[in-house]
């Protein structure tokens, strides 16, 4: 264990807890059993909330064979007692958090495309299941399987070598934190702040554990594997349970024995000390079971319920206790009362205050028990106790006077023995005035019997008599009663018939309800349906008033576009009318140029007529308009057609030029400056009218 326990507050729980750092010895000891990795992780596990695996260097096969001995844990640890091997699944709610520690790191966190990735996602990468069939594979795979299967929450981070001295590795832990690599303290930090956020209590079975919750786990878990068995998690938890159900039972009775104590401190004057201590009761035990459910790990558990009755038997008996306790003090200090009170009594026994009067004893012996009965709480037995006291002093009393009295009660013997004489003969003079009356009541019960005799023949005519009329009666109730089954039989025909119109006239009305039911839905119907076809209607009617008005306005924009239209068709007219008068001017052109052609073919600008191929060169350098030089080629002329007769007439007067003697040159200079200014006359005359035809293309 490491330190002390850290006080650590995350969003894991509303208020801050403690952790404790525990470091178990390393996996895959060579002096070992084979069962000793298993032993050691599944401690680790099942008592931790977040599991630190640190290793060296990068996750690879190696590092993940090493927890093959995980294959095997779900045969190491039962979820109950009648399971042979737990499911992975079920056991994963018991396993903590899993966070995969890589030391000495020194690889590039990259995926296999070069993009940079987090540590988590390079061990997901890792433990991803690897393509294949073979047994090989499937070894790998089920490891894998396991491991993601068991710890659903799992994280990864890696660190630098702290420093590249072997020798100061070796004693790191002296070394000042200026010798160690910058890198790997800033990691340092980032894990510690790591681990603070991810840690939390330790939950088992939906219940946060204190720490003798976590003992008590440690102690069952050890306990099982000491002795060579498998860990049972149900066990486990019901040891848990009834040492937690133990101590709160305990801890709920010191409470309850303290309330009980604080009560009798404050009632111990109080009269009704027994009656307020039974309403006191009913609500400790209330109190005492919420506490104890409040506390418990699982308050619907068989053995929480158990406690719970066992805390109540025990509650009931210190009930008792305390009310055996409480009554034999109120008893003594109720003798202490009377004796002091009774000896007052006794001193007037001895005069004769009570003898002459006894109601004067019985009174103050009333005041006495009134005066106990006020002043003494009521506890088991107090007024037989009070009782008993009073029937002693009576008993006392009446020793004390016994000798005193004894002549008085001979003497009033006597007088009793007189007085019963004087009654004996009363009642002998009774006697006799009884006979008389025996005598006297004989006679008249004689007379009482005859009259009897007569009433008895009476009686017997009568009888006759009312038998006749009871056999009358029956014939007129039969005779009533044929009449009321005949009358009954036409009211219920009647009845019926009037049921029957009843019905048909509540269902005509019904159907008329109906009727107007569905006539009102359907008015309602209609109305609202003409008040949607109103507002649809205006809408419509504003609507097509914004058309209209849009429709004035694109009508006015369209007939300015129209005028403009006009305008430039009357433009396009005039250029139209213009190109025509091109047409005609290009006509005469044509036949001017043809004219020219016909002339520069027949006058004489070859020379002499037997060498038609000798160009004067004085006609060359006129058109080029240099001396110095001859012309090669025509001069350029922008935009001329090569299919254009102007073209052709340039080229044959170039021809003519070539071949044209010297003497003559002179006498066609005017000549070519002439045709050079009507070749670039036809060729804008020709822009134009193709500028135009456009023009016409387009407006059209």
């Known amino acids: 264990m490491w330190s002390k326990p850290v006080l650590v507050e995350n969003i894991h729980s509303k208020e801050k807890f403690y952790t404790f750092f525990i470091d178990t010895e390393g996996l895959g000891a060579y002096d070992e059993e084979i069962n000793h990795d298993s032993k050691i992780f599944l401690i680790a596990i099942l008592i931790s909330s977040l599991f630190i695996l640190n290793t060296f260097g990068n996750i690879d096969e190696n590092a993940i064979n090493s927890l093959s001995f995980i294959i095997n844990l779900s045969k190491t640890i039962k979820l109950n007692q009648f399971s042979n091997e737990s499911n992975p699944d079920e056991l994963s709610a018991y396993f903590p958090s899993f966070l995969w520690l890589l030391r ?22 890792a433990l991803q299941l690897q393509k294949g069939s073979s ?37 790191l832990q002296s070394l000042d934190d200026t010798l160690i690599r910058k890198e790997f303290l800033d990691q340092a930090e980032t894990l510690r702040n790591k681990v603070f956020k991810k840690v939390k209590p330790k939950i088992f079975n939906n219940k946060t554990l204190s720490g003798s919750m976590l003992i008590e786990l440690l102690d069952n878990i050890i306990d099982a594997i000491n002795k060579g068995a498998v860990p049972v998690i149900e066990n486990s938890w019901k040891y848990m349970l009834h040492n937690e159900s133990l101590k709160n039972m305990n801890i709920c009775l010191l409470k309850f024995r303290n309330r009980i104590n604080e ?153 009793l023995k007189n007085e019963n004489s004087n009654q004996q003969n009363k009642l002998n003079l009774k006697n006799e005035e009884y006979e008389k009356l025996k005598l006297e009541s004989s006679n008249v019960l004689e007379k009482l019997n005859t009259a009897y005799k007569e009433l008895k023949l009476k009686e017997k005519t009568f009888e006759e008599k009312f038998g006749q009329l009871l056999t009358e009666k ?133 020379g002499n007529s037997n060498n038609p191929l000798e160009v004067n060169e004085g006609l060359i350098l006129c058109a ?32 003519v030029l070539n071949n044209q003697s010297s003497e003559q040159n002179n006498n066609l200079c005017g000549f070519a400056e002439s045709v050079k200014n009507m070749v670039e006359r036809i060729s804008r005359e020709n822009e134009e009218y193709i500028v135009l035809n456009k023009v016409s293309s387009l407006s059209k």
């Open 104 to 125: 000495d790191f020194s690889l590039k966190l990259e995926d296999t495309f070069g993009n940079v990735i987090t540590a988590k996602q390079y061990l997901e990468n």
């Open 474 to 606: 029956k014939k007129v109730n039969a005779t009533a009663d044929e009449k009321i089954d005949s009358m009954k039989i036409e009211m219920n025909s009647k009845i019926e018939k009037l049921k029957f119109d009843l019905c048909k006239a509540e269902a005509d009305l019904k159907n008329k309800d109906d009727y107007l039911r569905m006539a009102k839905f359907s008015e309602d119907k209609m109305n609202a349906l003409n008040s949607q076809k109103l507002e649809y209607l205006e809408r419509e009617i504003l609507s097509y008033k914004e058309r209209i008005d849009s429709l004035k306005y694109d009508n006015a924009k369209l007939k300015s576009t129209v005028e403009e239209q006009y305008e430039k068709i009357d433009e396009l007219k005039n250029q139209l009318n213009k190109k025509s008068l091109l047409e005609m001017e290009n006509e005469r052109l044509k036949k001017d140029n043809e004219n020219i052609l016909m002339k520069s073919r027949s006058s004489n600008l070859f």
């Open 263 to 415: 009560f009798k401190d404050k009632h111990k004057d109080n009269p009704n000390f027994f009656k307020d201590l039974k309403k006191f009761k009913d609500e400790m035990i209330d109190a005492t079971i919420q506490d104890f459910k409040r506390e418990s790990i699982s308050s619907d558990s068989p053995e929480t319920k158990e406690y719970i009755d066992k805390l109540k038997t025990k509650i009931q008996q210190e009930f008792e206790k305390f009310n055996d306790d409480n009554s034999r003090l109120f008893e003594n200090k109720l003798n202490d009362e009377i004796d002091k009170n009774f000896k007052k009594i006794y001193d007037v026994f001895e005069t004769d205050k009570y003898i002459k009067n006894y109601n004067l004893l019985f009174k103050d012996l009333e005041n006495l028990k009134e005066l106990l009965e006020t002043s003494i709480p009521d506890f088991k037995n107090k007024k037989e106790v009070i009782n008993e006291k009073i029937i002693n002093i009576i008993k006392k009393f009446i020793e004390v006077n016994l000798v005193k009295n004894k002549l008085n009660y001979e003497k009033e013997i006597t007088i």
């Open 135 to 171: 047994e090989t594979i499937e070894e790998k795979n089920k490891i894998r399987k396991l491991i993601t299967t068991y710890f659903k929450e799992r994280d990864c981070f890696s660190m630098v070598r702290p420093i590249e001295n072997e020798i100061d590795l070796q004693n």
């Open 624 to 655: 080029s308009g240099n001396s110095s030089n001859k012309m090669s080629s025509p001069t350029k002329i922008k935009n001329l057609d090569p299919n254009s007769d102007a073209y052709t007439l340039l080229e044959l007067l170039k021809e």
